[in-house]
């Protein structure tokens, strides 16, 4: 998830799209479409399928709405972004201030700003209620994935989110409060079988941890479902020791973010073939297919794949182009069920030590 801005400041356009019977099989696996007003014609022109993320209390009844009026073009994802997690309780709390105060511990240390920000900030939920409402979401929807969670050591919390350009507080969220929330969610996910799109930005350390946790923690459950870290930002040392140890675990790259630096194309080179997948994190969903596109593009450029022009049913594994490529990632993302590899992977770490 990044705020809205102009496209335009991170890369250009690289070509024109290809033919419907190529982008039909072009996946977004990230994006935001219900963060903007979403033209009916923009749905029925969409060319691609597209991950739409939920992110707050707000706008998990928006991707519900989406999902069900066009379940052909969107895979729903339900969850809480570490961006709001401030605004969830973890248990009973006295009062709104008293909740808050227990989050931002240096409140005292900068009483105006917290005023100025307590009366924007809406009254606190409790983290069972979010982890209700994403289960039965994730229930009614068989499809649907878990997403956008994560953590994010960079963020300040803004005055108010609906300004523009926003202005921000001195405050950020304890990481223990939003692992807290992360793995309460991480937890239905491994519990029900769903897949994960997931936020790590500032938080290496902490990432590898976490998922090393979750495996010890829920064993086959956790291999069996899938984890994307979206607009991934880690480095290739680090991504390449996920990968190593942790089998269900994909990156996805969108050019809003990742292209900001040079680093993204070092990880698509150091990344498994199998493993990647891309995104536009776009909050208009006119912008979706482009910025996806252009990803895809990268992604063949770097990995050395040639970009289809044209589809063809059956094409031998050699002559496989880019979008065949992502797309078959794609499938083994959404099928999970690592469990197998993970047995192989332990198995050669003990044989290497």
């Known amino acids: 998830m990044c705020y809205e801005h102009d496209i335009s400041d991170t890369i250009s356009h690289r070509d024109t799209l290809p033919p419907p019977s190529v982008l039909r099989h072009v996946v977004d696996v990230h994006c935001h479409p219900t963060d903007s007003e979403i033209p009916v014609k923009s749905m029925d022109n969409l060319p691609i399928i597209i991950g739409a993320m939920s992110t707050l209390q707000a706008d998990q009844g928006l991707v519900r709405d989406l999902a069900t009026a066009f379940s052909d073009k969107v895979v729903p994802s339900f969850g809480y972004h570490p961006w709001f997690s401030h605004r969830i309780a973890l248990g009973p709390y006295e009062s709104k201030e008293n909740h808050y105060r227990r989050i931002f511990k240096d409140a005292d240390e900068h009483p105006e700003a917290f005023q100025k920000l307590l009366v ?194 059956v094409v031998d594994e050699s002559q496989q182009g880019v979008v065949r490529h992502l797309e078959n990632n794609w499938k083994e993302f959404v099928q999970g069920n690592h469990v197998g590899l993970s047995k192989i992977s332990k198995r050669t770490t003990r044989e290497r030590q």
């Open 120 to 313: 924007h900030l809406p009254e606190p939920v409790t983290l069972r209620t979010v982890v209700e409402d994403v289960r039965q979401n994730l229930l009614t929807f068989p499809n649907a994935m878990l997403g956008e969670v994560g953590i994010d050591r960079a963020f300040r919390v803004p005055y108010d989110y609906s300004s523009s350009p926003g202005e921000l507080t001195p405050f950020t969220v304890p990481i223990e409060h939003q692992l807290a929330i992360l793995e309460a969610q991480l937890d239905l996910a491994a519990e029900l079988g769903r897949n994960v799109s997931m936020h790590s930005v500032k938080s290496q350390m902490a990432t590898v941890e976490l998922l090393d946790r979750m495996a010890d923690k829920h064993g086959e459950h956790w291999m069996k479902i899938s984890i994307d870290i979206h607009s991934c930002g880690l480095s290739p040392q680090t991504w390449l020791s996920i990968e190593k140890h942790h089998p269900n675990v994909f990156l996805s790259l969108s050019t809003i973010i990742n292209s900001r630096s040079p680093n993204h194309r070092a990880l698509i080179a150091a990344c498994s073939s199998h493993r990647i997948l891309v995104e536009s994190d776009c909050h208009k969903v006119e912008d979706c297919t482009q910025r996806t596109w252009d990803m895809v593009l990268i992604v063949a450029e770097v990995k050395g794949w040639p970009v289809e022009s044209s589809w063809e049913e």
